[in-house]
């Protein structure tokens, strides 16, 4: 274990200096700053950015740079044969929010980008998540949309936070099958979009669009692959690297991550119950092994009991995930009586700033936990070690159901 102790202190010194440079040298190079901290990226925002990108004609004037590249991603073989400069003839011409008219399905088409010539007639549909979940049959309405609209050639691309495929509820599972092996789909995460955008760095030819790149890497780094600071990777790395000692005890820390979260998610569930007990509240949870699993969640109820239908609620959509939502969630199957559910977001919404979204019927009022990327930022598992998620996630507890007390609505809990 000594080999082991040492490549920790020595990680720890190596960081610690990197903050200190960081701190010392903050004025220089604005460690923290960058120019999306200011712009609403929703999921629209990043659609928007991504088509301009891929659109030569827009203002990038970078012409079809970051299309070649983009289109090098895509798992199919006649994209690599396309050559785009081959027709003076051709236009291209790419979308946001197009709405599936040819298949008469009431979507909207996040990325539609087509390539028309006399050689091909080609369309794209770039489906978009970087937060949201599966629509009912979603792909397969995108799929026929572009059957529709009589493409030579066409194909879709799943955009996902994580690279995870299309669920279920999305596209079957044989279907999806079929469209890899006929290379009719993509699935690409976030942290795809970064090599591409890198590969094209060293081609642009103006500085206000390499900045809004580099921003834009450095965005998707910090939001999707919880990358805090490239530099603490390298130094991190060189230490490693530099016997096999090291090597060795790098591996037996990385291996150990997995039980790390699982022993401090069982820490925090069991303060948890504590502070509950004391209150009269009391906790439920789903099994600890089951952490990865998406939609991943734990509960406290008003009463000692457990059998309310409503109460606070953890969820993860997964544990990589910047959306961990903390609010009123139903437990177990659908609302039965609407008014009750509205009765309540009705009071949480005049009392609370939390958020209300209308498509769900399980969550009359919910907020996005600070803590984001649980698999990649030590964050919240330091903030479970110290105390501070506890105090978090009671503090939210507390306010929900005072609330609903003052109000004289606490027995709505018990919906049935």
């Not at 572009?146 to 994580?162: G, M």
Request: hydrophobic share 40%; glycine share 4%; with cysteine.
């Amino acid at each position: 274990m000594e080999h082991l102790e040492k490549l920790l202190k020595d990680v720890i010194a190596a960081t610690q200096r990197i903050e200190a440079s960081r701190k010392m040298y903050a004025a220089q190079i604005a460690p923290d700053f960058n120019a999306f901290n200011y712009i609403q990226t929703n999921e629209l925002m990043l659609s928007r950015i991504l088509a301009d990108l891929l659109d030569p004609s827009k203002s990038h004037a970078q012409g079809d740079l970051f299309l070649k590249g983009f289109l090098k991603l895509l798992a199919c073989d006649w994209f690599g044969s396309i050559d785009l400069t081959s027709s003076p003839e051709q236009k291209i011409k790419v979308d946001t929010e197009v709405q599936t008219k040819a298949s008469r399905t009431q979507r909207s088409m996040d990325i539609y980008l087509t390539i028309k010539s006399d050689q091909h007639d080609i369309g794209l549909c770039i489906e978009n998540k970087p937060f949201a979940s599966d629509q009912g049959k979603q792909m397969v309405d995108y799929y026929k949309e572009l059957e529709n609209r009589k493409h030579s050639l066409f194909h879709l691309v799943y955009l996902k936070y994580d690279g995870s495929e299309p669920s279920e509820y999305s596209v079957s599972k044989d279907q999806l099958e079929s469209w890899l092996v006929d290379e009719k789909i993509t699935i690409l995460s976030y942290a795809d979009l970064v090599p591409w955008l890198e590969s094209c760095l060293g081609y642009v030819q103006n500085i206000r669009v390499e900045v809004f790149v580099k921003e834009f890497i450095g965005y998707i780094q910090k939001n999707f692959l919880g990358v805090r600071d490239m530099s603490e990777r390298h130094e991190i790395v060189k230490l490693v690297t530099q016997s096999a000692s090291s090597i060795d005890a790098a591996f037996l820390i990385g291996n150990s991550i997995s039980d790390l979260k699982i022993e401090m998610m069982n820490r925090l569930f069991l303060t948890l119950k504590e502070k509950c007990s004391k209150r009269g509240w009391s906790f439920k949870s789903e099994s600890i092994r089951d952490l990865q699993k998406k939609h991943f969640h734990f509960f406290i109820f008003s009463g000692r009991n457990g059998h309310a239908d409503y109460g606070l609620c953890i969820e993860f959509m997964r544990m990589n995930n910047g959306s961990c939502l903390i609010g009123l969630r139903r437990e177990s199957e659908a609302v039965s009586d609407s008014s009750v559910f509205l009765d309540l977001r009705k009071v949480l919404a005049d009392q609370m700033s939390w958020e209300f979204n209308d498509k769900s019927e399980w969550w009359p009022a919910f907020a996005k936990v600070k803590y984001k990327h649980w698999d990649t930022n030590p964050a919240p598992w330091i903030a479970i070690q110290n105390g501070e998620m506890v105090q978090l996630i009671i503090a939210e507890a507390e306010m929900l159901f005072d609330t609903l007390k003052k109000h004289e609505k606490l027995h709505l809990l018990r919906a049935d």
